[in-house]
């Protein structure tokens, strides 16, 4: 029977946890700048959020979400995101747990959550065009690659949406 995949809260004290994955050349490849990741997990800014992904009892990783504001996505050239959508970051930072479908099963529980509150018009995921793996587990629940971008820093990226209206 497969392990189930559950999303706790993250506490202050999990910082170095999330910054050993951070390092960790498989996660290093695609998150610049660790630290900035673990201030934010240490003090999220109003509007967002973040858990650890479980999985049979074991801490794997790291999800977090953010609302965004007209200004920001202006900022990085999405000015056709409503305000309010709600922007995606996640890692297996256990290596022996990716390619195990725990992303897409994590996504699935942030997405029902998110769906609840009834004021999100759109959640995305900013993937590095080079990094299949993620477009592949995030294509898996429903995200759909809406166009390219470069938001700074970042190089070509790949602007993937889910939108709830679209559920079936
Ligand atoms: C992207 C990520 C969250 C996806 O979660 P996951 O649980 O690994 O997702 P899946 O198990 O569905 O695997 C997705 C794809 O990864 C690839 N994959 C499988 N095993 C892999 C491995 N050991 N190493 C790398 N990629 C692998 C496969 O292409 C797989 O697609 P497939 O099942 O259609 O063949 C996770 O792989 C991860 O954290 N990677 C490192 C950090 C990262 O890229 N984060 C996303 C930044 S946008």
């Given at each position: ?21 951070l ?17 934010w ?6 509007g967002?959020?973040r858990?650890?992904i ?14 965004v ?21 996640i ?6 747990f990716?390619g195990?479908?725990?992303?897409p099963?994590?996504?699935l529980?942030?997405?029902?959550q998110?769906?609840?509150?009834r004021?999100v018009?759109?959640?995305g ?7 299949l ?16 971008y ?12 889910y ?6």
């Amino acid at each position: 029977m497969e392990a189930e995949v559950t999303l706790i809260p993250f506490s202050s004290t999990e910082v170095t946890l999330l910054r050993g994955w951070l390092v960790a050349p498989h996660v290093a490849a695609w998150y610049a700048d660790p630290e900035d990741h673990v201030e934010w997990a240490a003090n999220p800014p109003p509007g967002g959020d973040r858990a650890l992904i479980v999985v049979g009892g074991q801490t794997v990783g790291y999800v977090r979400w953010q609302t965004v504001s007209r200004e920001i996505l202006d900022s990085v050239g999405l000015h056709e995101i409503p305000a309010g959508s709600v922007d995606v970051d996640i890692l297996i930072g256990e290596l022996e747990f990716v390619g195990r479908g725990i992303g897409p099963k994590a996504l699935l529980i942030l997405l029902s959550q998110l769906r609840q509150r009834r004021d999100v018009p759109l959640v995305g995921l900013t993937t590095r065009v080079q990094n299949l793996s993620a477009q592949r587990a995030f294509t898996k629940v429903g995200f759909r690659v809406l166009r390219e971008y470069s938001p700074p820093g970042y190089g070509r990226c790949y602007l993937m949406v889910y939108s709830f209206s679209e559920d079936a």
